[in-house]
């Protein structure tokens, strides 16, 4: 049998199961709150797969080997420093988010904010300005896409058609149960494919071995080998290094990964979760190296085809293994695209059923309802704008597929870690973090990011001034998204410990209560 063939017997399998652990999620979905969280639900080790997985997505499978095809050996520092920042704004934050977060009933970051500052505008902004994670969504379906078109042999709109089938079918019946229970899954296949590319490329398999692998890099472009390569500003040097590192901080607490704190069943489990997950987040990268054995192996072909770099891990498996083998391996690619966009699904639905309609319509329009009715409203609301968010997404992702899976996801993923980074990360550790502080740390890094990721603020603005030098620096930096993340962090912070300085407490009361439930136990 061909390849299409064992790729559509491989993708039946795939979306049956998916489909049997939306239906098993369905069934232990008992309300709205649990749709939305799956609270107290789950076990570390499976919530740790599902966490790993879900911060992976299919950037690291699909972006990080097509950046790793180009650039070469310069791109492992995304690779392998992106899970060093997301754990360590986990360490920072998760007693906060998890303990707290429980204690006050928050189903969503945006009603977490709001909750821990009292403040409907800040839950609100959140909420709106989350919307810009649809990029994230995006990226992930073109992730799909590509994977499709290569495997199954799809036009490209059947390719988009498909993924947004496939996810629309699961997530819809089960919410966050769905999501954990399918990204747990996805996280084993991912972790066995990341670790039999680190074995492929240490062998050098398809390339005559590893030092006729790294040969012929070098003969190809010395430049693949280098620490460093000056080509682009992801890449070009130790203030790349600290940018990504800096960048993904806030990353695990966005709202389709941070939620996943509330799903733990055991407060004494939280250390084993942390570590499991820890481990799991530094395996998931090693799939990065695939982008040297492609290069090695395929040569510099692929940035003449549709797909371009992106396609670098499918089509090594293709080149390199039998077709039924290759189209197995492309369904743990798959896997990574799918268990990235079902959270995102879902965090997108609370935006509207939760955040806007429960918290603040419901209160001045349906009053009068009763709780189980208004629990109904809202899961009818969570289940109906989880399949709008898709389309969206479909549409979005349709119009933005020429551009590197990475970049496209940092588009969405960008603005959200800069606004992040005060209000959430400083105020897990200095409860002296105002109401008007973190409102304006909030905006002031989003703003900050989507003017200099839009070129609104440019640094050829001091060419010709004594701080030209500066002004040529800035410029090739501000088009490296992890650059412009890292400048709306910082601006985050300082705004909102300057205006919490200046501005009123919060009340004693509540902040002995979030005091209380970040303490040791």
Known sequence: ??????????????????????????????????????????????????????????????????????????????????????????????????????????????????????????????????????????????????MFEMMLGVPQIWALGITTLVLLGYVTLGGAHSDILTDGAQGLLMVGLAVAIAVLFVLGVGAGGFSNLIGNLGDQDPALLDTFNPADPTTASWWSVITVTVAHIPLGLLPHIGNKLWALNDERSRNRFLIMAFTFGFVLPAITLGGFTARAVLGDSLFATPGGPNAALPALFIEIFPTWLAALLGVGILSAVMSTADGLVISTSQ???????????????????????????????????????????????????????????????GGFVAALMGPLVVGSVWFGVTRAGAISGFWSGAVTFVLIRGEIVRGEWLIGTALEEFGRWFAFHATNPYSAATFGAAVSVIVTVAVSRQTAALPGEHLSKVAASTAAR
């Open 1 to 146: 049998m061909g390849l299409y063939t064992w790729s559509w017997i491989f993708l039946g399998v795939y979306v049956t199961g998916m489909i049997g652990f939306g239906y098993l999620g369905s069934r232990r979905v008992a309300g709205a709150d649990d749709y939305a969280t799956a609270r107290r639900g789950y076990g570390p080790l499976l919530l740790a797969l599902a966490f790993a997985s879900t911060a992976a997505s299919g950037a690291t499978f699909l972006g990080l080997p097509g950046l790793t095809y180009t650039y070469g050996m310069s791109t492992l520092w995304i690779a392998f420093c992106y899970p060093i920042g997301i754990y360590i704004g986990i360490l920072i934050c998760q007693r906060t988010i998890g303990r707290y977060g429980n204690e006050a009933g928050a189903r969503s970051m945006p009603e977490f904010l709001g909750e821990r500052y009292q403040s409907e505008v800040l839950r609100i902004s959140a909420a709106l300005f989350s919307l810009i994670l649809l990029f994230y969504l995006a990226s992930q379906l073109v992730a799909g896409l590509v």
């Open 351 to 413: 935006v509207f059923a939760n955040d806007i309609y429960r918290r603040s319509i419901a209160p001045r329009l349906h009053g009068h309802l009763s709780q189980e009715r208004l629990d109904r409203n809202v899961l009818t609301i969570s289940r109906a704008m989880t399949a709008f968010s898709i389309v969206g997404a479909a549409i979005l992702g349709w119009m933005t597929m020429d551009m590197n899976i990475v970049f496209l996801q940092w588009i969405g993923v």
